[in-house]
RNA sequence: GUUCCCAUCGUCUAGCGGUUAGGACAUCGCCCUUUCAAGGCGGUAACACGGGUUCAAUUCCCGUUGGGAACACCA
């Protein structure tokens, strides 16, 4: 039988990092098997669905390249056949009306809890005839859940567990409203869609009990029980908006690259041997949802930070291109020397960790960033605060300035070994330190005392912009003085 | 509170009775060097605790402690 899968996110916010961990799982497991992996939409909660959130899930897992097979399932299409199931099993027996209040329902739990038991329903309509029903409440319908014995699972990560059937009491199944509940759904909505495996958060374990007698009520075949654990924040608990618990859309925005982020989720609770760069390929190749690890992990965003730069370095110079390419138009109007950046991107990505920090240090190539275009003139504010090391040495760095231009104009080829070549040279026979040299120039080009190797720069703008830059800034400090 | 789950460096993890307890991130040195990165070399750093079982326990069993999750007419 070949395998089936779901990933089945209710649409109440953003797809967050642990439900983005739960869809990888669910992927790489049917792209490993050769099987189906399946998007349905758990829209049953009328009140706090969202169409918001339903695009913002499929825009995040298209984002992060985990496609689905066939055509989403929304859940709440298909209420008539869950609410037909339910009503199958009062005439079967196997479920019964209530006509409990909300009041009294909470009153029960309670009364459970002062107790010192698991808060739950005491089964008053159980075996009470519907004879005694109140006129005018209208009822909902509970599962007969079974009341002793256990029940065992063989769960695929956390192995054979066993509880007591005690644990279990009688879930609602359709609302007052009549409309199933999730328990309903999930279990209806899994078996027509033929699901063979469910993948899914730790959270859901206790209900994979309560499930699995559904199963058996409806002479269903019960699937395979994957419960991966949850994603915590670094302080080990919870993971909330306090931690980072972001939208995928989120990390997208802070310039994180699907195949960082997808790498990086995989490693948290699962590994094959020491490797820790898995390519995607890799990893269908490789996972299996048995070596799921069973501890919950903690969500360190430095990891993650420098595994994007490894995939930073690793990408195509035209995609890194067209992946900061808005973020550059932001920021300035010079879009014809887009092909400057690129020309500059092995320097470039060499040093970023993220897309924006890359964005940041390729703008230097579209405008001198401490050159202020509306007063046509250099500031100093806008340079970062080490150049006002170098600033204290204003007559030195004016010099050296004037040096550098003195040599470059004689040049006729432009070319990187050339100009690293000659300057090297220059500096030997005056004795002076290259880096003396080579830093003032480096702010005068870049506007700042951080940048890829000056050569390489000052051979991609080439000679006239190279000079006009050292000039400007020799005119400046000269100004300044 | 009740039930269930979990426990190796700060973090993610390898280990599946006998290892100098390995790797990665972070951190700290050194090297390289025009800055910053990247890279190279090296350092600090872990088997929660207590009982068993065994010739031998990080590894198996039990307990303690500590963490987590679940207990809705939410999903």
Redesign the pocket.
């Known amino acids: 039988m070949s395998v089936v899968v779901r990933f089945?996110?209710?649409p109440?916010g953003f797809l967050h990092i642990g439900g983005a961990r739960t869809a990888l799982f669910n992927w790489l497991y049917a792209r490993h098997t050769g099987g189906k992996f399946l998007l349905r939409i758990?829209?049953?909660?009328r009140e706090?669905s969202t169409q918001q959130a339903i695009d913002a899930i499929f825009e995040s897992l298209k984002w992060l390249e985990l496609n689905w097979d066939n055509e989403p399932v929304f859940?709440f299409s298909r209420a008539k056949l869950h609410a037909e199931v339910a009503k199958q099993l009062v005439e079967k027996g196997l479920a019964y009306y209530?006509y409990?209040?909300?009041d009294e329902?909470t009153k029960m739990?309670e009364e459970?809890?002062a107790k010192?038991?698991?808060?739950?329903?005491n089964g008053y309509w159980r075996d009470r005839p519907v004879s005694e029903a109140p006129r005018n409440?209208?009822?909902?319908i509970r599962f007969k859940a079974p009341q002793n014995g256990t029940t065992i699972i063989t769960d695929l990560v956390?192995?054979r567990?066993?509880?007591?059937n005690t644990?279990l009491?009688d879930?609602?199944l359709l609302?007052?409203?009549g409309?199933p509940?999730?328990?309903l759904?999930?279990v209806v909505d899994d078996h027509y869609m033929e699901v063979t495996h469910v993948i899914r958060g730790?959270?859901?374990?206790?209900?994979a009990f309560r499930q699995y007698h559904l199963y058996k009520a409806c002479q269903w075949t019960v699937p395979e029980f994957a419960h991966i654990?949850?994603i915590?924040g670094?302080d080990?608990?919870?993971l909330s908006k306090r931690h980072g618990a972001l939208g995928v859309e989120q990390y997208k925005d802070m310039g994180f690259l699907p195949e960082a982020i997808r790498n990086y989720l995989l490693?948290?609770?699962?590994?094959h041997?020491?490797s820790?760069i898995i390519s995607t390929e890799q990893a269908i190749k490789w996972f299996d949802i048995h070596?799921v690890?069973?501890?919950?992990?903690?969500?360190?965003l430095?990891?993650l930070?420098?595994?994007n730069?490894?995939y930073i370095?690793q990408a195509d110079n035209w995609r890194l291109l067209e992946d900061i390419r808005p973020r550059l138009e932001e920021r300035t109007k010079k879009r014809t020397k887009m092909n400057l950046v690129l020309k500059g991107m092995n320097g470039l990505k060499?040093?970023?960790k993220t897309l924006i920090e890359l964005a940041d240090h390729a703008t230097f190539y579209l405008e001198c960033p401490i050159f202020d275009d509306k007063n046509d003139t250099y500031t100093q504010k806008s340079a970062d605060d080490?150049n006002n090391r170098y600033l204290a040495k204003v007559a030195n760095m004016i010099n050296y300035l004037q040096i550098l231009i003195d040599l470059l104009t004689t040049f006729n080829n432009f070319d990187y070994l050339l100009i690293?070549e000659e300057i090297?040279k220059l500096c030997k026979r005056q004795e002076l330190k290259?880096?003396d040299v080579?830093?003032p120039a480096?702010i005068a080009i870049t506007g700042s005392?951080?940048?890829?190797?000056?050569?390489?720069v000052m051979s991609i703008f080439g000679k006239d912009e190279t000079i006009s830059r050292l000039a400007a800034y020799r005119d400046f400090l000269s100004a300044l003085s």
């Open positions: 089945a996110p209710s109440t758990e829209d049953t909660d706090r859940q209530c409990c209040s909300v329902l739990r459970s809890l010192g038991l698991t808060p739950r329903y409440v209208s009822p909902v956390q192995g567990i066993e509880i007591d644990q009491d879930m609602v609302r007052a409203d409309t509940t999730y328990m759904s999930v730790d959270d859901h374990l206790t209900n654990p949850l915590h670094a080990g608990t919870k490693r948290l609770g699962w590994s041997g020491n820790e070596n690890g069973r501890a919950p992990a903690r969500f360190d430095q990891k930070i420098n595994l730069g490894v370095r060499e040093r970023a080490n690293e090297r290259v880096g080579v830093m480096r005392t951080v940048s890829p190797s000056l050569f390489e």
